[in-house]
């Protein structure tokens, strides 16, 4: 069977960017399904970096082709940015290799001023989200007033459609925030000159993933956010606004279950999140420092310090049976090494109990304290080791253990962030 859909296991920035580099290897088209530039997906190649928001990171093979599904929200005026700057690497970015559904929403001016609206009003109590607009886009999808990518193809009427809904944001600026509008001619401008590059890349992108079935082509399905993020699988409502599970690619692509033989999930061999809500493993010290320090634990489209933590087995088993995981690849182990002693969360305690699952209230999940189980750790620098049994013990054991706590096996495990550095079991 041909589809593999690989997915976040944990609340985002687990290196699904470089996973899916590797995997482009074995596929023949790579699709985004979900969520819009709030991803920030990094691959690096030698000294070439790409970080890619929009655009599967695929596109750095030449002979993938590349979707941008239904399921997602999409900024023109990024996605054109993102394509210039992959052309100007020398990538083929021609309407041949990427494909946009015309049923992706647009994300306009509009939602990103509503975004940083909404975000500011709520105060501490915020979402912490990346303003990309995001939320308003989707919610104006759900809302069935939102505009569909396909309206590019008119650029003329699109451009209208546009100003309408900035204006109507800017009632909702002013009355409801008490805010300045923002500006109208301009970006509407912008968004034209948008349409009018993007009207070629539009394309029957459900038909297109159909064919490449039919043609028992390969098809890699690039998850965005992580597990702890998708709107309904994680703590509402610090969680984003799109199906970023398993799911998520059957909607977002519109192809039924039995075509996917692997659902590969991402996890660091520790835990990250940016923005707020439960994170029962932070580390609020020196440890959750160093890691953010080692492990370069800044986001990639926001450049927000990440927060940093232990292992969450809990978590990560939840993500597990959320996604019908087959396989995990475990990124960032090098970032581990030269410590005495690691930990990993392998239940919870509650005001009234212990528990080894996931609780799904989100205030529940912010007063847990967990309970962890210490393992040794190692000294040596692992991050030229390319076979699993040159992996110090200790490392060799702790991956072990997180295969037997959260129920799937671990095929890879990366060393470092660049493509070779990984040792495939
Ligand atoms: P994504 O959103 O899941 O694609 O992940 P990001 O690209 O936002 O963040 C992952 C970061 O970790 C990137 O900067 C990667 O280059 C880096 N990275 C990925 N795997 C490894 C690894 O095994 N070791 C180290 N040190 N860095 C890694
Ligand atoms: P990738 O694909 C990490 C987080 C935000 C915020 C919440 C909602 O790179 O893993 P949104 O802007 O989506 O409304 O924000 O979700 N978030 C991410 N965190 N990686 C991401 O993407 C994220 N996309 C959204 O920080 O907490
Ligand atoms: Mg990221």
Not at 200 to 214: A, F, K, M, R, W
Not at 288 to 302: A, D, K, N, P
Request: proline letters at 5%; charged letters at 20%; one cysteine or more.
């Amino acid at each position: 069977m041909p589809v593999t859909v690989l997915i976040g296991a944990q609340w985002g920035d687990e290196g699904k960017g470089r996973v899916a580099d590797w995997l482009a290897e074995q596929s023949d088209a790579m699709a985004r399904y979900a969520g819009g530039d709030n991803a920030g997906h990094t691959v690096r190649v030698g000294v070439r970096r790409f970080g890619l928001h929009l655009v599967p990171s695929g596109i750095i093979h030449p002979h993938l082709t590349c979707i941008l599904g239904s399921g997602m929200v999409i900024n023109p005026l990024r996605l054109v940015g993102e394509m210039d700057m992959l052309a100007g690497q020398n990538i083929d970015i021609s309407p041949e290799r990427i494909h946009i559904s015309p049923r992706a929403h647009v994300i306009t001016p509009a939602h990103t001023a509503l975004d940083g609206a909404s975000e500011r009003a709520l105060g501490e109590g915020s979402i912490g989200t990346t303003q990309r607009g995001i939320g308003p886009a989707y919610s104006a999808k759900a809302e069935r007033t939102g505009i569909l990518t396909g309206m590019m193809a008119d650029p003329a009427a699109f451009v209208d459609a546009v100003r309408e809904q900035i204006e109507q944001a800017n009632r909702m600026l002013v009355r409801l925030y008490g805010l300045d509008p923002i500006e109208v001619d301009a970006p509407v401008d912008d968004y034209y000159a948008a349409a009018e590059r993007l009207a070629p890349y539009l394309h029957n992108t459900t038909q297109i993933v159909h064919e490449l079935l039919d043609a028992d082509k390969r098809l890699l399905c690039e998850g965005a956010q992580g597990t702890l993020l998708d709107i309904d699988q994680g703590h509402y409502p610090f969680v984003t606004s799109s199906s970023a599970t398993v799911g998520g690619a059957l909607t977002g692509l519109g192809f039924g279950p039995h075509v996917i033989d692997r659902v590969v999930a991402v996890a660091k061999a520790y835990c990250t999140r940016v923005g707020n809500g439960p994170f029962p493993t932070e580390l609020d010290d020196a440890m959750g420092q160093r890691l953010r320090e080692v492990g370069s634990e800044y986001g990639t489209t926001t450049g927000r310090p990440r927060r940093c933590g232990w292992l969450d087995a809990i978590a990560l088993r939840y993500a597990v049976k959320v996604n019908g995981v087959t396989d995990l690849v475990l990124t960032k182990l090098d970032v581990l090494s030269g410590l005495d002693t690691l930990h990993i969360a392998t239940a919870y305690d509650t005001a009234q109990e212990r528990v080894t699952s996931l609780p799904l209230d989100t205030a529940t999940a912010e007063s847990v304290t967990p309970v962890y189980e210490a393992l040794p750790g190692w000294h040596t620098d692992i991050s030229r080791v390319r076979r699993f049994k040159d992996l110090p013990a200790n490392a060799q054991r702790y991956v072990e253990r997180i295969e037997a706590l959260v129920g799937a096996p671990v095929s890879v495990v990366s060393v470092g962030p660049e493509r070779e550095q990984a040792i495939v079991r």
